[in-house]
């Protein structure tokens, strides 16, 4: 099942599921746990990114190519830090 999440025409956030017409319908529920997929069409006035994260944690210099690229020496401890939710792509 493709499941999108998207904001209708009065900027109301949901989720919905794709028809096999091509066409989507909504999604009724918590999307990461009790959820059922409605025959209701969605009114998709914009795609959003598929999930919306409360924290993004990222590691840096993960890899040794990246700290080549970088001319940065290898670190001994992984390089944690956060980039805020408005970093996630928007189409």
């Known amino acids: 099942m493709k499941i999108i999440r998207y904001q209708d025409s009065q900027r109301h956030v949901g989720h919905g599921w ?4 091509g066409t989507y319908a909504k999604i009724s529920g918590d999307i990461l746990g ?6 209701d069409p969605a009114d998709i006035a914009k795609l959003l990114a ?3 994260p409360a924290a993004i944690l990222c590691i840096g210099l993960n890899y040794r190519q990246h700290a080549a ?3 940065a ?3 001994e401890r992984p390089i944690l830090f956060f980039k805020g939710t408005n970093a996630v792509q928007r189409i």
């Open 18 to 21: 794709q028809r096999p017409d």
């Open 34 to 39: 009790d959820y059922s997929a409605t025959n």
């Open 50 to 52: 598929p999930i919306a």
């Open 69 to 71: 690229e970088t001319n």
């Open 73 to 75: 020496k290898i670190p």
